[in-house]
């Protein structure tokens, strides 16, 4: 309690809502909080904040938290390697560890991909900031972004892997995809070009639903045609959640 | 409700964190106790790799980080148990390894590059969340990232529910300077929580002068 005043301290509200005091003073205190309101509002605001606080942190953190599965492999390869030290004797000695070994060249695969596919959720900026032609309203909106769709050049594809450090791509793994889409007045530049992959939650997909739904925005006069380049050059990620009123891809 | 909340968050003491000791004779160590001990740390991974992961994330650790922390941490676990050490509060152990790995990567990437690793998502709220909702998250969020460090791991370590003993130990500090921290941390919260009704001072004045 504050000296001169009959009331408990926050320290006091926190410390037995924790249960971190010791019983007698806790009674003291779970007494004093059953014949005192005010201070029993208190304790209610404080109880609020702390709900309000573990929701926030439940839900900014885990919206970030990756599936389980893939980790939880590359732990148990890699710790069958461990416990292949005391493994049984025989030809199972030689078996276990070459299995583990395996496995966990698997797991290593599979995290070096899923973090190469996180590193192209947006482009690198020093290679593709995004590059546009002078061009019209009336001329963009003539077609749709699907019939303004067309195959990026062989040559060009190989130069943005290039640029990327990615030899070993998988055909249908990425989509080179133009960081502004033609169809906003982007051009077929390695600076407009980048790997996009299809394996993360932001992929190539939601991005041609973004495309398309700016395209329609601008085309409806309802977003300038500066403000859509910028916006899917420089956060394309958070312009989708923007127009698309959502924290997830739908 | 205080009580309730964070125990709904929390991980009790039980079994799972104060693991049976394992036969320590030479016979025992082979190929079966390993098999055991591998379980243990799966079983545990399942438990506590959330926990673990959303407090790295607070910690300002970006996900690929904290997904090798993760795994480091088990791995060590896996020694740990392996070696016969401690099977007391598990959950502490887990929390303080991470924490000092996160502490090793952050100073490493420091050293590197002169700057310090940044979490990158912004919490983003669904369409269905009420704008009210989401203007109090947004205040949340801008009180929670302008506390001391130390007052942020607190509050991680405690919604993931450690004791404060626990939060003493796995950030090397006193048992009195967690309920400092913790005081501190939701006066702020809680005044961020009430802007728009009143500061929390402002009522807590006004229940008290009647």
Redesign the interface.
């Known amino acids: 309690m504050l000296p001169n ?1 009959p ?1 408990l301290t ?2 006091d509200l ?2 037995a ?4 005091l010791a019983p007698r003073r806790e009674a003291a205190v779970r007494a004093h909080l059953e014949t005192c ?2 201070c029993r ?26 599936p ?1 599965a893939g ?2 492999a ?3 390869a ?3 390697a ?2 292949a ?4 004797a025989g030809w199972l000695r030689a078996l276990v560890p070459m299995t583990a070994a395996l496995l966990i060249l698997s797991a290593g695969v599979w ?1 070096a991909q899923t ?1 190469r596919s ?1 590193d192209l959720l947006v482009p690198k900026n020093s290679v593709t900031p995004g590059e546009t032609r002078a061009v019209t309203i009336s001329n963009l909106c003539r077609e749709s972004v699907s019939e303004g769709a067309r195959a990026v050049p062989v040559s060009l594809r190989k130069k943005v892997f290039e640029e990327y450090g990615i030899t070993d791509a998988r055909p249908n793994a990425y989509e080179v995809d133009y960081l502004i889409t033609p169809e906003l007045g982007g051009v077929d530049s390695i600076r407009n070009l980048w790997p996009q992959p299809y394996s993360t939650v932001w992929n190539a997909h939601v991005k041609d639903m973004l495309e398309e739904r700016l395209h329609a925005l601008v085309c409806s006069g309802q977003v300038d045609l500066a403000t859509a380049q910028r916006e899917i050059a420089t956060d394309w990620i958070g312009a989708y ?1 923007k127009y698309f ?4 891809p739908l | 409700m205080v009580q309730r909340i964070f125990n709904m968050a929390s991980a009790p003491q039980d079994s799972a964190l104060q693991l049976p000791a394992l036969p320590r004779t030479e016979t025992a160590v082979n190929g079966s106790r390993a098999s055991r001990i591998e379980e243990d740390v799966v079983a545990l991974f399942d438990r506590f790799r959330s926990p673990l992961f959303r407090y790295l994330l607070a910690f300002r650790v970006g996900a690929p980080d904290a997904e090798e922390i993760v795994q480091e941490v088990f791995l060590a676990l896996f020694r740990h148990l392996r070696e016969g050490k401690s099977r007391v509060n598990l959950q502490g152990w887990i929390f303080r390894v991470g924490h000092n790995l996160a502490l090793k990567r952050r100073l490493r990437a420091q050293r590197e590059t002169a700057a310090p690793a940044e979490a990158s998502a912004d919490w983003s709220p669904g369409p269905e969340t009420q704008a009210a909702e989401q203007q109090r998250y947004r205040r949340l969020q801008a009180v929670f990232r302008a506390l001391p460090e130390q007052d942020q791991c607190c509050l991680s370590l405690r919604a993931e529910g450690l004791r404060y003993r626990e939060i003493a130990d796995v950030l090397g500090v006193s048992l009195g300077t967690v309920a400092n921290s913790m005081e501190r941390s939701l006066a702020r919260l809680n005044r961020a929580d009430r802007c728009g009704e009143g500061s929390w001072e402002t009522s807590r004045r006004t229940y008290v002068a009647k």
Not at chain 1, 17 to 20: L, M, R, S, V
């Open positions: 005043d009331h926050d320290r926190i410390l809502a924790d249960g971190e309101w005010p509002v208190r304790e209610a605001e404080l109880q609020s904040t702390i709900a309000e606080y573990v929701r926030w942190h439940r839900g900014n953190l885990g919206a970030q938290l990756p389980a980790p939880r590359l732990l148990k890699q710790l069958e461990r416990a030290s005391a493994a049984p995290v973090r996180n959640k009123h959502t924290a997830r």
